[in-house]
């Protein structure tokens, strides 16, 4: 672990280095903040760029590059979807949210990134762990305030949008991100320090279970319960931790009681599933946004005119909710298809698994990329994730870092530019 990340790095690197870890805590706090932050992170590293005077990155692989350029490609088609579509605004309202998967790449591409080591890495996910755990302490603030002045209990523990603002769907995403990542700093504590920084990390992730939980997001929890079955087949298979596995599943078991009895509430939306008759509301985005795809299944109805198609088709199936909302489909692989076809949902698999098969290479093994990689994509199949910026700027963010995760483990290896 780096106790000062910032050090060996000359002052440009330092600048870009801090102006990252803040980007990375204002895009989990607040979207609005979170455009401010990318915009001074782009800005300083292409000045960056422009003072070392490196306008190719070579220190990144083959295989980064690809990567990096499929998330290029990406934003690209929705700008060739938003020309060709008949209502443009809309088509370049879609592009420009989408326009991180562009500029943040290309920077990538130019300079030089051989500080980002792994331990400067893990340091920024510290960071976006530390601002979910402020954020929830904060929460808890806010809602009693409300409580204090009046508001009723049940509508003060109503976190599905929390009291800072945040939509469960998104705000789940991070806190499984960072769960993921709270276990790959478990399994790497060397034994001698395990019974000091083990309880640590536990109460952490333990909080950060409880926290997805009052948000009720039944796409998190799946998410979570998929990737904890992930990290058990790790255990298991990869390091032979048996009793660690069966004492995870008890330890699991035990919060998942205590929650239900403490707050049966949270498990509401789950219950409501098995008690309604009436089929859930993804499920007909669902059937409705695959079936107005078939129309169009090569290069979809474009980015700026699909949703008119979408509305007519909900009501053909008599959904007059989903109409009132206007709701999209719901699930970010059924959306690119219907905005550009085959071709864009080819770019977008492309763009989310080929870092996964990378991070898999038996000689690179990147565990922390694998878990982050399973909780972006589990997330994109419950929710329209990258409609919103809420969703773009963190999936472009951290795939970027991942990215640069997938090179030479450079743990112990200073800048090349030197100390400043």
């Not at 319960?225 to 990290?231: F, H, I, N, P, Y």
């Not at 298991?236 to 205590?258: D, I, Q």
């Not at 008690?275 to 509301?281: K, M, T, V």
């Not at 690179?364 to 969703?391: D, K, W």
Request: charged fraction near 15%; include cysteine; glycine fraction near 6%.
């Amino acid at each position: 672990m780096t106790l000062n990340p910032l050090k060996a790095l000359s002052r440009p690197e330092q600048v870009v280095f801090i102006t990252l870890g803040a980007t990375i805590v204002s895009v989990v706090s607040w979207w609005r903040m979170g455009i401010m932050a990318l915009c001074c992170l782009c800005g300083v590293s292409l000045l960056k760029t422009v003072c070392t005077q490196r306008f190719v990155n070579r220190g990144i692989s083959r295989a980064q590059r690809i990567c990096l350029w499929c998330m290029v490609a990406y934003w690209l088609l929705y700008a060739l979807s938003a020309m060709v579509s008949t209502n443009h605004a809309a088509g370049w309202t879609k592009a420009s949210i989408k326009l991180y998967f562009f500029a943040l790449p290309i920077l990538l591409l130019l300079g030089d990134t051989s500080y980002l080591t792994k331990s400067r890495l893990n340091a920024l996910f510290q960071l976006l762990t530390a601002a979910l755990l402020i954020r929830f302490a904060a929460c808890i603030v806010v809602s009693a305030i409300h409580w204090l002045q009046g508001m009723p209990f049940a509508q003060v523990k109503d976190w599905q949008t929390d009291p800072l603002g945040m939509h469960h769907n998104y705000l789940s995403m991070y806190l499984n991100t960072a769960i993921a990542f709270l276990y790959t700093r478990m399994v790497q504590v060397p034994k001698e320090k395990r019974r000091r920084r083990i309880p640590l990390l536990l109460s952490m992730l333990s909080v950060l279970v409880v926290y997805l939980f009052a948000i009720s997001s039944r796409s998190g929890i799946v998410t979570l319960v998929l990737l904890a079955m992930v990290m058990l087949v790790h255990m298991v298979v990869f390091r032979r931790w048996y009793k660690t596995a069966l004492l995870v599943v008890l330890l699991s078991a035990g919060l998942s009681a205590g929650l239900y009895m403490a707050m049966p509430s949270m498990f509401d939306r789950f219950s409501a599933l098995r008690e309604n008759r009436i089929a859930d509301d993804r499920t007909i985005t669902w059937s409705g946004g695959l079936k107005t795809a078939q129309e169009h299944w090569l290069f979809g109805h474009g980015s700026g005119d699909y949703m008119p198609r979408l509305l007519a088709t909900y009501g053909e199936m008599n959904y007059p909710k989903a109409i009132k909302n206007n709701l999209n489909a719901h699930n970010q692989y059924i959306e690119t298809l219907l905005e550009t076809g085959l071709v864009g949902l080819a770019i977008l698999l492309s763009m989310f698994f080929l870092p996964l098969l990378f991070a898999l290479h038996k000689k690179r093994r990147n565990l922390p990329a694998v878990l982050t990689i399973v909780v972006i994509t589990s997330q994109c199949f419950f929710e329209s994730m990258l409609n919103r910026q809420m969703g773009v700027q963190f999936i472009a963010l951290i795939y970027c870092l991942l990215i640069i995760s997938l090179g030479p483990d450079a743990t112990c290896r200073p800048s090349q530019n030197g100390a400043s």
